[in-house]
T-cell receptor
Framework: GNSVTQMEGPVTLSEEAFLTINCTYT??????LFWYVQYPGEGLQLLLK?????DKGSNKGFEATYRKETTSFHLEKGSVQVSDSAVYFC?????????FGTGTRLQVTL | DVKVTQSSRYLVKRTGEKVFLECVQD?????MFWYRQDPGLGLRLIYF???????EKGDIPEGYSVSREKKERFSLILESASTNQTSMYLC?????????????FGQGTRLTVV
């Protein structure tokens, strides 16, 4: 079956540091890939998505590229802010279902 | 703005009680979902519905049931609450082809069963 593996957290960074959160997946067919973010006390919201191989999703300074050859969708941001502190979920989508990674908590300090 | 509204943010119930969690969406989405979120386990799908009165089991349906009598409303029912059902419950909705489109989430209901 489909599965998503993302790096364990928590990840603690200083403001303006570079962020990478690794995500790899196992799937049959041609899934879409998403990153969702959950800010404290809130539900999940879509951060970015890519629907086919080599697509790059981007939003709010975050980027991720759908790499079919390495089955990866790593999340990156060049300079994190305190307001980016949240839990980030890598998600694989097929026609009728979303499969979630376990989430990575990011804590950004001044 | 799309809104998915869950009826309660926090609930405390006793073991053996019947518990209803309600979710309403205002975007005319066909699909609605119930997930539970536990530390280290991510989100796990309990049930989903792709149309009124239709439902499908997800990955962990045991101990739960659902009801969808109207398109905008999807209810999760714990027939006899147990302590291992203490968790965060998240409702979501989307247009029909879930895997290609954005899913919208409610703020969650933190349920404690004592």
């Amino acid at each position: 079956g489909n599965s998503v593996t993302q790096m364990e957290g928590p990840v603690t960074l200083s403001e303006e540091a570079f962020l990478t959160i690794n995500c790899t997946y196992t799937a049959t067919g041609y899934p879409s890939l998403f990153w969702y973010v959950q800010y404290p006390g809130e539900g999940l919201q879509l951060l970015l998505k890519a629907t086919k191989a080599d697509d790059k999703g981007s939003n709010k300074g975050f980027e991720a590229t759908y790499r079919k050859e390495t089955t990866s969708f790593h999340l990156e941001k060049g300079s994190v802010q305190v307001s980016d502190s949240a839990v980030y979920f890598c998600v694989l989508g097929t026609a009728s279902k979303l499969t979630f990674g376990t989430g990575t908590r990011l804590q950004v300090t001044l | 703005d799309v809104k998915v509204t869950q009826s309660s943010r926090y609930l405390v119930k006793r073991t053996g009680e019947k518990v209803f969690l309600e979710c309403v969406q205002d975007m005319d989405h066909e699909n609605m979902f119930w997930y539970r979120q536990d530390p280290g386990l991510g989100l796990r799908l309990i049930y989903f519905s792709y149309d009124v009165k239709m439902k499908e089991k997800g990955d962990i349906p045991e101990g739960y049931s659902v009801s969808r009598e109207k398109k905008e409303r999807f209810s999760l029912i714990l027939e006899s609450a147990s302590t291992n059902q203490t968790s965060m419950y998240l409702c979501a909705s989307s247009f029909r082809v879930t895997g290609r489109t954005e899913a919208f989430f409610g703020q969650g209901t933190r349920l404690t069963v004592v």
